[in-house]
Structures are given as C-alpha cells and as structure tokens.
C-alpha cells in the first residue's frame, strides 16, 4: 500500500508539474518573448519635428530629428562630378531625410538649363547613387516651379521618396529613405515636403 500511494504521489505531481509548465505564460509565471531569430519590432518613437531655417540657402524646410550638415556628389550625366551641399536627419536607424541643393548645378549646364532635361538627369543621379529602381514619377506645382516627385524600391527592399524643385538655376533635391514603407512614413514624407518653402526669388534663367 505504501509502494502504491508512493508511486501515484509521484504520477500526480508530475502530471501538476507538466501542466503548470504548458500553461506557464497563461498562468503569468513568465514573460512572453519574441523569438531572437524573428523580425525586430518597428522602432515606434515619433519624429522630433523641428523648423530648420536655411534662409540663406534659399529654403526652410521641418526636419524630423537633429540635422546634420554634409556634402553629396552631383553628376552631369556626361563624367563631370561636383560637391554640394546637403543636410540630413535620421529620426530611426532605419530612416533618412536629406536636402540637397545648388546653384546652376552640373545637370542643369549639360542639360543646356532645360528644364524637363535637368529634372531627368537629376532622377536619374538620384536613382543611381541610391541603387534603386524607379517605381513612379508625377509633375507637381506646388513651389510654382517646375517639380517632380518620384519613388523607388532600393536594392534590399528599401523604399526610396524623392522630389526635384527647379527654381530658375537653383535646383534642390528633397529625399527620403526608409527600409520599408508604411502609412506613417508615408505620412512624414508628406509632411517633410510639404513643409519645404522658398525664402528668396528664383534667379533668372
């Protein structure tokens, strides 16, 4: 009898024990994990906005995050490459917004200051130092002057916004890098070129 009762003691604590172990997450014994190996979660801290005046560059514009001034390299389509200016902010690790400018900038000289000609060449630079590969283009008027969005998938599945603005000799460059996109960078790419002003008259073609 005493071997009996040992023996069912025994099969009776390791069946409570298995149990507690299936529901160890139900009953609040652990935390629940997200496994090592799957995708991270989405970084969810909102963008530090702030009005960046540039005045006498000829713009102001909301940047999402502290900027940092820098240079880009600029082509004409035909081998010549110059520097200009840039400034950029990364609110995420994952996420880029960038303005770059110049003044009779090299696409516009070797496109004879065509309009339609310097927007072309100034995508494509832009879709070749980005590596990625146009998914869409539109004219938009929203400066007054001749402009053109376009996006592009980047090669690892990136997702590239950009917009050209042509105001007489001065072109600027607007653009947005993510490693995906989704609704609410869709919405700060929206807001971050909507929020791009001209501060001084066009020069003169």
Known sequence: MRLAAF????????AIAYSV?????ELGLVSQRVNATGPAPMDSRAPDWR???????GFKVEMPAEVVDSRASAFSGYGVQEEIPLIEASPRPDNRFA???DDDPPVER??????ESTLDRAQAGALARTRAVLTGE???HTSGHPERDFTGRIAGGGAL????ILA???LFMLIVTSASASPERDGDVKRFFNSFQLTEPARAN
């Open 21 to 25: 172990y299936c529901y160890r997450i």
């Open 51 to 57: 009005i960046v005046d540039r005045s006498a560059d």
């Open 138 to 140: 539109w004219q938009s």
């Open 161 to 164: 916004n950009a917009r050209l």
């Open 168 to 170: 007489g000799k001065r």
């Open 110 to 115: 070797s496109a004879g200051e065509e309009a």
């Open 99 to 101: 303005v770059a400018w």
């Open 7 to 14: 023996v069912l003691s025994i099969v009776v604590t390791g």
